[in-house]
Each structure stands twice: as structure tokens, then as C-alpha cells.
């Protein structure tokens, strides 16, 4: 991809000694299933330059000296304009693993059109006492309420890598960012209203004891979510995998995808299980009204 890779047997996953040059492998391999959700969307980077096990730290604006192929944009933030790092092509990928970016977190809008959200993600973060066959359950529970509850709203669904799970709603681009977080909040609380012994929409450690964080911050402004197929800074070099959910099972945890057996997932399937939603403009007019009236019973 005519990009220079410095130090390419520099050990970024010491666990399993994978180094710099097979993560940018890695990247070069999922490209074509990993840009069309990446492309044209402003991104935060968790780099480790040294490693995993080393000093990690979150990238949101580049500093000098950031690779030419890593186009920037800038944004305008509370108090001043600072530029955001966004990816192109494959060549831009393997730029991050050149500067040692192990998580690749994007914005629910593209710069085209920023104050306008396309995507909703709705974070299911389970406290460590929760076990996975609930987290399992609970997804498919957020599902049935978002698609049957009359709010009709389909939702594809991917593994975090770590230990939860994400509920992904495509949206037309004609909803702000405060309309959408606020949609995004409504679901939330009525989803704990529903089974309050099993979710919480409250961030705090200690109302997350024992539940399942709902968490629909994700879709403020500048808020960004783990992008499908980027890497995670965590042990076994896990992927966030977009997954049909035929495939949701409580064998099958978050961390299951790897650096290491993606490729072959993705070389035996059949169709993308995100396939359509690329095309799928949901709006949240009519959704919002029954949310307003599921608020009122």
C-alpha cells in the first residue's frame, strides 16, 4: 500500500508476539469488509507505541509528524477548532498500525455531513458478576424491544472484544446529535424501566453492580464507538466482529475473534452479516412518537 513501516518486528501483543507488521497484515486483509465502516468518519485512536503491556493512551487529535495519508479534518469543539484524524484506504490503515494503534474509535456521522448522525449504537456493558449467557440474552432482548415494541427499528449487531456487546441502528442522516442522544436515552430507560433488576442507564460504579449498563452516551457529539473489525488493546488481541444474530450464542464470548482467526471467519463466509446496511436509512420520527407514547402508559 506505499506505506514504510519502521521497526516492523516491534511486538505490539507480547501474549502471542504479534508485532507491527502482522497487524498491518492484519489491516490490509479486512480492509475491503473493515473501510466501508471506517471511511469518512472523524476517529479517536488508543496508540501503543511500545505495546500493548507499555503505555497506551487515547489519540484524539494528531500531533506532528502524523503520517500524509492519514487525511485530517477539522472540527469545531467547545472552545476552539482541532483537527481529527480520518481514513481513506487500506493505505491509511497500515498507517495506524505504523504509529501503534491498537483501538480504532470512530464518530456515528461522516465529515460530509457531521451534525448529522447515521449511525445509533446502543452499548450493552455488563459489570463483571454478570455472566455471559445474560449479556447473550439481553441483546436479543434490546432487539425484540427496538424492532417489536412498534418502534420497527432493525439493528445489527457486532462482539465489542471485550466483554459486551453492541447493538448497531443505521439511521437517515436527518436527525442532530441532540435528538438522537435523546431518542438513544428514552430507549435506555425504558429498557430499565422494563427489568430493572437486569439493566441500569446509570454510569455510575456503583448502579452498575450486578447489571447490565445500558449505555447510550455513544450518540452524543464527538462520542465515538470501537469501530467493526478494529483491533482492541486487550490481552489475546481480540476483534470487534460484526456477527448475524443467528450467530449470537452463549458459547461463542465477546473476546472469541482474534487477530489471528478472523481472516479465516471471514474467508468462509457466505454474506456479510452486516449485509444492507449500508442502504438502511431508518428514520426515528414515527419511533420517537411511540416512544412518547410507551412514556405516557
Not at 7 to 28: C, F, H, M, R, W
Not at 108 to 134: C, H, I, M, N, Q
Not at 176 to 205: Q, S
Not at 261 to 279: Q, T, V, Y
Request: hydrophobic share 40%.
Amino acid at each position: 500500500a506505499g506505506v514504510r513501516l519502521t521497526s516492523p518486528d516491534k511486538v505490539l501483543y507480547p501474549e502471542q508476539g504479534i508485532t507491527k507488521l502482522e497487524l498491518a497484515a492484519y489491516y490490509k486483509e479486512v480492509a475491503p469488509w473493515m473501510l466501508p465502516h471506517l471511511a469518512d468518519r472523524p476517529l479517536v485512536l488508543v496508540r501503543c507505541p511500545e505495546g500493548r503491556q507499555r503505555t497506551c493512551f487515547y489519540q484524539k487529535h494528531p500531533p506532528a509528524g502524523t503520517p500524509g495519508n492519514l487525511r485530517q479534518i477539522p472540527i469545531r469543539e467547545s472552545k476552539k477548532t482541532e483537527n481529527y484524524v480520518v481514513v481513506d484506504d487500506v493505505g491509511g490503515l497500515i498507517s495506524l498500525a505504523q504509529i501503534g494503534a491498537l483501538e480504532i474509535h470512530a464518530w456515528g456521522s461522516r465529515a460530509d455531513k457531521l451534525e448529522y448522525p447515521d449511525r445509533l449504537v446502543f452499548d450493552l456493558d455488563p459489570d463483571a458478576a454478570v455472566p455471559w449467557s445474560t449479556v447473550v440474552q439481553s441483546a436479543r432482548q434490546v432487539r425484540l424491544f427496538l424492532f417489536l415494541q412498534e418502534l420497527g427499528l432493525e439493528s445489527f449487531l457486532k462482539n465489542t472484544g471485550g466483554k459486551g456487546l453492541h447493538l448497531v441502528v443505521p439511521i437517515g442522516r436527518r436527525h442532530g446529535w441532540d435528538e438522537a442522544k435523546a431518542f438513544c436515552k428514552r430507549v435506555a430507560e425504558l429498557i430499565v424501566l422494563a427489568d430493572p433488576g437486569h439493566y441500569t442507564a446509570n454510569m455510575a460504579k456503583a448502579a452498575r453492580r450486578g447489571k447490565i449498563f445500558v449505555d447510550y452516551l455513544r450518540n452524543a457529539r464527538g462520542a465515538t464507538a470501537i469501530i467493526p473489525y478494529s483491533t482492541r488493546a486487550r490481552p489475546g488481541a481480540p476483534i470487534s466482529t460484526p456477527l448475524s444474530w443467528q450467530e449470537l450464542n452463549a458459547r461463542m464470548p465477546s473476546d472469541h475473534y482474534t487477530v489471528r482467526n478472523l481472516p479465516k471467519r471471514l474467508a468462509s463466509l457466505k454474506r456479510d452479516p452486516w449485509e444492507g446496511i449500508a442502504a438502511l436509512r431508518q428514520g426515528l420520527t414515527a419511533p420517537m412518537e411511540k416512544l412518547r407514547a410507551l412514556s405516557a402508559i
